[in-house]
């Protein structure tokens, strides 16, 4: 659909020009005067307002004439892994027993440079610091399994064992040898129409669903792990993958009700508003008091907005359905712009 409304019209070019990564999904910039179109964190040169059109669907603007920019690529997802890389993690996952060299990248035809800056970027770590974590996760369900510490120390590619061990105290908090160390709290990465989020899950569950721009993200995880008692580790296990399946189908207008298993271990209260927020249908929205007065408590009006807030599984728990009591839309950790996409979303793919 072209967008007609100034204000809003303002609003796109604003988070144009300051490449809001929390726009992305929301609209489509076509520019007149090259024809080509593009989404809100092109690193392209900003065209002029009045050279402009802002649409919020893609194939509306793809019908309307407009080519693909080959700088932000918007037909693909937000930020997915490019090519390149997926080749760089599948060497990875394909040799856990050895340490993946830039060497062996350049006889693949892959550009170090270009996979570290990219894991630099968007995992904000090192692409050996994440093959690392990789091999080590791989140590640790071969010890669960029962495999001893020095046959998984070799084949893991370690040298020695007490190498093998000091890694392993490094990253989990004690030796492969005692069990009074610090649970994993497994990260991944996932891309979707609005941006790329991280999903953490731990044996229990999923424990946290995030975009990857969230303020104060990093505060995020090391609550998230002092809680826990866990350490992050990058890496994948069943319940991550059943994330990526489900939010995939979510994002394809398939699946309203997600199946699941959470671990939100919290407070009684803030466990209680998280599921009434589970509780508000897909395609329909609630407000704070209205989530207090089923609660009982019609007073509890800011807890409730409270707990609403630290809420760490977006779109499963969701939050996004939450808004003001006069219909405006109210804060929303993943931005304004994104909320309102979801509840679009929804409504427009709702069953009946």
Same mark, same amino acid.
């Given at each position: 659909m072209l967008v007609t409304q100034p204000q809003l019209i303002d609003d796109f070019y604003k988070a144009l020009c300051e490449r809001q990564p929390s726009y992305v999904g929301s609209f489509y910039v076509a520019v007149k005067t090259t024809s080509i179109f593009c989404i809100a964190t092109c690193h392209a040169r900003k065209p002029k307002k009045e050279n402009v059109d802002?649409? $919020?669907?893609?194939?509306?603007?793809?019908?309307?004439?407009?080519? +693909?920019?080959?700088?932000?690529?918007?037909?693909?997802?937000?930020?997915?892994?490019?090519?390149?890389?997926?080749?760089?993690?599948?060497?990875?996952?394909?040799?856990?027993g050895e340490k993946v060299t830039d060497t062996q990248l350049k006889e693949?035809?892959?550009? +170090?440079?270009?996979?570290?800056?990219?894991?630099?970027?968007?995992?904000?770590?090192?692409?050996?610091?994440?093959a690392r974590m990789m091999r080590m996760n791989n140590a640790i369900k071969e010890l669960d399994a029962g495999k001893k510490a020095i046959d998984t120390a070799f084949e893991s590619g370690y040298e020695s064992l007490s190498g093998f061990n000091?890694?392993?105290?490094?990253?989990?908090?004690?030796?492969?040898?005692?069990?009074?160390g610090k649970i994993i709290i497994l990260i991944d990465r996932l891309t979707t129409p609005i941006g790329p989020m991280f999903v953490c899950a731990t044996q229990q569950g999923v424990c946290l669903i995030e975009f990857d721009d969230r303020k104060n993200l990093k505060a995020e995880f090391d609550e998230l792990q002092k809680r826990l008692n866990g350490v992050m580790m990058a890496g994948e296990n069943e319940h991550i993958a059943q994330t990526k399946i489900e939010l995939g189908q979510y994002f394809a207008?398939?699946?309203?009700?997600?199946?699941? $298993?959470?671990?939100? +271990?919290?407070?009684?209260?803030?466990?209680?508003?998280?599921?009434?927020?589970?509780?508000?249908p897909y395609g329909t929205t609630s407000s704070y008091i209205g989530q207090a007065q089923r609660l009982g408590n019609e007073k509890?009006?800011?807890?409730?907005?409270?707990?609403?807030?630290?809420?760490?599984?977006?779109?499963?728990? +969701?939050?996004?359905?939450?808004?003001?009591?006069?219909?405006?839309?109210?804060?929303?950790?993943?931005?304004?712009?994104?909320k309102k996409w979801l509840l679009d979303h929804e409504a427009a793919n709702k069953n009946g």
């Open positions: 802002f649409y $919020t669907k893609l194939d509306d603007v793809v019908k309307a004439g407009f080519r +693909p920019c080959k700088v932000c690529k918007p037909l693909q997802e937000a930020n997915e892994m490019p090519d390149v890389v997926k080749q760089a993690v599948a060497l990875v996952k394909n040799n856990l693949q035809g892959i550009s +170090p440079e270009t996979v570290r800056r990219w894991f630099n970027k968007h995992y904000g770590m090192t692409f050996q610091s994440y000091d890694a392993f105290k490094k990253m989990t908090g004690h030796s492969p040898t005692t069990a009074d207008g398939e699946r309203e009700v997600f199946d699941l $298993t959470l671990y939100t +271990p919290s407070t009684e209260f803030r466990e209680s508003v998280w599921q009434g927020l589970r509780d508000i509890a009006v800011r807890a409730v907005a409270s707990a609403n807030g630290q809420n760490r599984i977006a779109i499963v728990i +969701p939050c996004h359905r939450v808004i003001g009591k006069d219909g405006s839309l109210t804060g929303y950790a993943g931005g304004l712009a994104r």
